[in-house]
């Protein structure tokens, strides 16, 4: 699509002269986008959810559901701002900044910490089983990951290397606005929307796809470890067309992999490894009893 839009208008698209807003001007308060992104994604996942254990062999019940909801969001939000704080800026320990998610800076590994730590929780507590339930989550995770990678194109931001490619884009820097961006900046890879494609669309078609289509969910571990493999490899990708974050570009450049290659390395590993591991046992006849 984007270049069709180059082509036609003989030109770089630059991203400014899409009119794109950060977010809902109410008048005393704007509703960021990347906000409504995470809502959205949330929300769809339990919607999708409460379907799902509604199906045979389901090893949860809606109380479940309803339990994994709000935990699971507070995973999300915490573990996703530690985490980026820890990995991407350590400088903010200490600091009233390390809890200031208003304007963005959440990492998608540390969100994933959170998740799980909140599903063995939900699992603990109720008796469930913990590899099962995450099995039934991961298929949701998809719906999140697109939502939130639109959000951070819709707010210009995390943007990818220079390119000499038509679909390049010229983006503006944090607080240049629409008509303000010289026509001497550098195209750059639209990698917002090469990370909505493969860590958002691709996994929601594949898992949804496992899911209703076949018999995965009765081989435990089968689902979270297609996800796992899937989205991390799909992140070890974009990570090729990315711009490394300004205050680790030394480190990308020391190491020869940016920050994100090298935290998914072991995620690409562990979800191999659960692959294996499922598809080497017998599945289940019609899924573990549930205590509803």
């Given at each position: 699509m ?8 003989g ?17 005393f308060?704007t ?8 809502l959205?994604?949330?929300?769809l ?18 109380r ?47 969100g994933l910490?959170g998740t ?9 507590r ?11 989550l ?5 719906f ?5 990678r639109?959000a951070?194109?819709i ?8 390119t ?17 961006c010289m026509?001497?900046?550098v ?5 917002q929307l ?7 669309a ?11 289509l ?34 680790l ?7 020869g992999?940016?920050?994100?290659q090298w ?30």
């Amino acid at each position: 699509m984007l270049e069709m839009l180059a082509a036609s208008s003989g030109s770089i698209v630059n991203w400014s002269d899409l009119g794109l807003s950060q977010g809902i001007d109410l008048g005393f308060f704007t509703l960021r986008y990347y906000s409504l992104a995470y809502l959205a994604g949330i929300v769809l996942g339990y919607w999708h959810l409460s379907r799902m254990a509604k199906a045979p062999g389901a090893p949860l019940a809606q109380r479940h559901a309803d339990d994994l909801f709000f935990y699971c969001t507070i995973g999300i939000i915490v573990g996703g701002r530690a985490g980026y704080v820890l990995f991407y800026m350590p400088e903010y320990l200490g600091t009233w900044e390390m809890f200031n998610t208003l304007g963005g800076g959440m990492s998608f590994h540390g969100g994933l910490v959170g998740t799980v730590l909140a599903i063995a929780f939900v699992s603990w507590r109720h008796g469930l089983s913990f590899i099962r339930v995450c099995d039934y989550l991961s298929v949701n995770v998809g719906f999140g990951m697109l939502f939130g990678r639109l959000a951070n194109f819709i707010n210009g931001e995390l943007w990818g290397r220079p390119t000499d490619g038509t679909w390049g884009m010229i983006f503006c820097d944090e607080g240049i606005r629409a008509g303000e961006c010289m026509s001497s900046f550098v195209p750059r890879h639209p990698s917002q929307l090469y990370e909505a494609a493969l860590e958002g669309a691709l996994v929601i078609v594949v898992m949804l796809s496992l899911f209703w289509l076949t018999r995965a969910r009765f081989r435990p571990g089968l689902l979270v470890g297609v996800f796992t493999s899937l989205i991390a490899s799909g992140r070890f990708v974009v990570e090729f067309f990315r711009e490394p974050d300004s205050q680790l570009s030394e480190f990308a450049a020391r190491t020869g992999l940016s920050m994100g290659q090298w935290l998914t390395i072991p995620l690409i590993l562990a979800g191999l490894a659960l692959v294996i591991w499922a598809l080497s046992r017998k599945p289940l006849a019609s899924g573990a009893p549930v205590k509803a």
